[in-house]
């Protein structure tokens, strides 16, 4: 079996986009995947493209040879655009040896630990009454057991610190408080507090809640830092949306940085280098709670990495059944009492409508920067 073409769609989002892989073979087997919306998407459409000469004429199934060749085969360790364009390409690969082997990807994988997915999803609000009357409606219509809330309102960065962690500590109590004791909650920052001291003073106020894990509370260029808020703080720290491959994960485990590692198959290199990753962090007694934001390529990958990782946590997780997200598969995934059942179709066993893709044009878009009081732009 020969890959012969390489393909990408981007579809747009109102703030971001999706965008899908398609590898065709010459036995008529194709497989699909979903590479991180990284920002500059067209540059990471320009990698694929050039990393498709390189790919014709190989045999897909060679998952292994392929990946290093795309990620040795460039010379300088890629960053964020070519490991989202290797991570892409990957998951289609495993969708076709799937398919040819007439196996779903998680057998492939080691087989299943679990019979289906717990998932969580984020509430939204700008007040706490908000963000608590959103997550009993999420709890109400999908039976999730796990909830994700950002402790910063809208407008945040004009807040003194103090009012901040009162905010912080009103939107955790009133979820907590609305939900009850039986659903886990995870607490997101968004790596915007920046000192590691305040970090601590945020994870001390919200302790009395029992988070689930206090995520990426600082940036990541700083492992050393991080590992400083975690040796100290009294819940669980989680992070790894923002870092790639084994290598980066690697220094983040030996620092013993976070109890919760988070890699997401769209960026940090796909399905194979996460169970590597999974498979370092459970030498070091830490859970994985795959990032995954993206689409529903991305979902249908990640269920069959947590189906085969005994160390899976819970996976983060966007309700497909409203537009555009409903309208871009063909089967859209089912939420039962709060978890996703292993796919048992061949491959990934998702299929994408492409038809639905013209309705939805590309977006240019950047994370907006709010501008400060003092008239500057927020620089992190
Ligand atoms: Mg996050």
């Known amino acids: 079996m020969k890959i012969t073409k390489v393909e990408t769609f981007l579809v747009g989002l109102p703030h971001r986009n999706f965008l899908f892989v398609k590898v065709q073979t010459d036995e008529g087997i194709d497989g699909i995947g979903e590479a ?20 014709v004429g190989r045999d897909p199934r060679d998952v292994e040879a392929l990946w290093h060749l ?36 998680y057998r492939l994988l080691g ?23 959103d997550a009993v409606a999420l709890v109400e219509r999908y039976g999730y057991t796990a909830l994700k809330i950002s402790p910063q309102p809208p407008g945040f960065e004009k807040l003194a610190w103090s ?15 609305a939900v009850g004791e039986d659903v886990d909650i995870g607490v997101d920052p968004h ?45 669980p720290i989680a992070t790894g949306e923002m870092l790639y491959t084994k290598f980066q994960f690697r220094e983040l485990l030996e620092k013993r940085a976070a109890d919760v590692v988070q890699p997401d198959v769209c960026v940090a290199g796909g399905i194979l280098e996460c169970k590597k990753i999974a498979a370092m962090a459970e030498a070091h007694y830490v859970t994985v709670a ?70 939805y044009p590309p977006v240019r878009w950047h994370r907006p ?12």
């Open 36 to 55: 991180y919306s990284c920002g500059p998407d067209d540059a990471t459409v320009a990698v694929i493209r050039d990393f498709e000469s390189w790919l």
């Open 163 to 177: 009012a901040l962690v009162r905010e912080a500590v009103a939107r955790m109590e009133a979820v907590r408080r």
């Open 369 to 380: 920067f709010p501008i400060q009081p003092d008239g500057s732009m927020g620089f992190y």
């Open 111 to 133: 087989g299943k630990v679990r019979e289906r997915i717990r998932v969580y999803q984020a509430p939204r609000g700008a007040t706490s009454e908000a963000l608590a009357e």
């Open 70 to 105: 795309m990620y040795a085969g460039s010379r300088f360790p890629g960053g964020a655009i070519l490991n989202a364009a290797i991570s892409g390409i990957e998951h289609a690969l495993w969708d076709i040896a799937g398919k040819a082997l007439g196996t779903p990807v």
């Open 290 to 359: 795959p990032h995954n934001p993206m689409g529903p390529v991305a979902t249908a990958v990640n269920v069959h990495l947590a189906a085969s990782t005994p160390n899976f946590l819970v996976l983060e997780y966007t309700a497909d059944d409203q537009p555009p997200r409903r309208d871009l598969r063909v089967e859209p995934l089912r939420v039962k009492d709060g978890y996703i059942d292993v796919l048992d179709r061949p491959g990934l066993g998702v299929e994408l409508d492409e038809a639905a893709f013209e309705h």
């Open 191 to 235: 790596a915007r507090i920046f000192e590691p001291a305040r970090a601590l003073e945020m994870a001390e106020a919200l302790q009395p809640y029992r988070p689930l894990f206090f995520e990426e509370p600082l940036r990541p260029e700083n492992v050393d830092a991080l590992a400083y808020v975690r040796a100290r703080s009294p819940i």
